[in-house]
């Protein structure tokens, strides 16, 4: 089933994602070489080169559009729709030559009269990993797709059996709260992954490879087009305390819809200041240590 027929505007996103992508992998591929490894300029040329290719492509291609990006592109703001673009989200990955990091653009629709600090509605969006060559895109009421493949979240019942994902900031982590709430869920699940690229971790909540994922302080060129992608996958993206999810939150939980009520409980519970219930054991730990030697993360 073909994509191009069915979308509006993610056909045209995912050709400019495209050519930001490669030509990010070009800077990637000249930095992972000695002569560049952990040379943060390299980084910021890519992040701004990436932008703006995105933005001049965007401009010709839907002059009327709005335009919000992460390296500080602020145009048309004023508009019925407006683009949300991170041109290099992982740059912490990329600056180490570590191979996870992608290109965010999301499309919200903000219809006439709507109040400046209220969210419109997310429409379309794409999440392109270069390295991978993998395209997620997704449309309200058209499902969200990776490649040419249709996604749905993951069917995983129980936190206890889950995979789950988070992200710390890259500056004053030591006074992020988010260690604790990694502990708790770390001890209850099947493991926490943390990839550094947050628009990476919620295209993998959409495509049932994450079962759930959370963060702190996230913006809304990180989190737009995550938004759209698992709720068209048929999962939830909520705040912490499970209510409705804004773009300018500074939290998010996104899950597959099953574990929702667990992480929801947990983190009602740590905010709160109560202590936590017994750390359940999986029926494999009971089992002896030869079978626990293979169940590690």
Request: charged share 25%; aromatic share 10%.
């Amino acid at each position: 089933m073909g994509m191009v027929k069915k979308f509006e505007f993610a056909h045209v996103a995912e050709g400019i994602a495209r050519q930001a992508g490669a030509l990010l992998r070009g800077f990637y591929e000249k930095g992972v070489t000695a002569e560049y490894k952990g040379d943060v300029d390299l980084v910021t040329e890519a992040d701004r080169a990436s932008e703006a290719l995105i933005v001049g492509k965007l401009k010709a291609a839907f002059p009327e559009h709005g335009i919000y990006g992460e390296e500080g592109t602020r145009d048309q703001l004023n508009s019925e729709y407006r683009w949300y673009v991170d041109p290099l989200d992982g740059t912490t990955n990329f600056t180490h030559g570590f191979p996870a990091f992608c290109v965010l653009m999301g499309l919200e629709r903000r219809r006439p009269g709507l109040a400046a600090d209220a969210d419109g509605e997310m429409v379309s969006g794409v999440t392109y990993d270069p390295l991978r060559d993998e395209m997620f895109s997704a449309e309200r009421g058209k499902g969200a797709w990776l490649n040419q493949r249709r996604l749905s979240v993951s069917k995983t019942a129980t936190l206890q059996e889950s995979l789950t994902s988070t992200g710390f900031p890259s500056h004053k982590r030591h006074a992020s709260p988010n260690i604790h709430f990694y502990q708790e869920i770390t001890l209850r699940s099947h493991g926490v992954r943390r990839s550094g690229s947050a628009g990476l971790d919620m295209a993998y909540v959409a495509a049932g490879r994450l079962d759930g994922f959370w963060e702190f302080n996230l913006n809304p060129w990180d989190t737009s087009v995550g938004y759209l992608l698992v709720e068209e996958a048929g999962g939830t993206v909520t705040h912490f305390d499970g209510g409705k999810f804004t773009l300018d939150s500074r939290e998010v939980l996104a899950t597959n819809g099953k574990i929702k009520k667990e992480l929801v409980h947990i983190f009602t519970e740590m905010f709160a200041g109560r202590e936590m219930g017994p750390i359940p054991r999986r029926r494999s730990l009971r089992r002896g240590v030869k079978r626990r030697s293979k169940s590690t993360e």
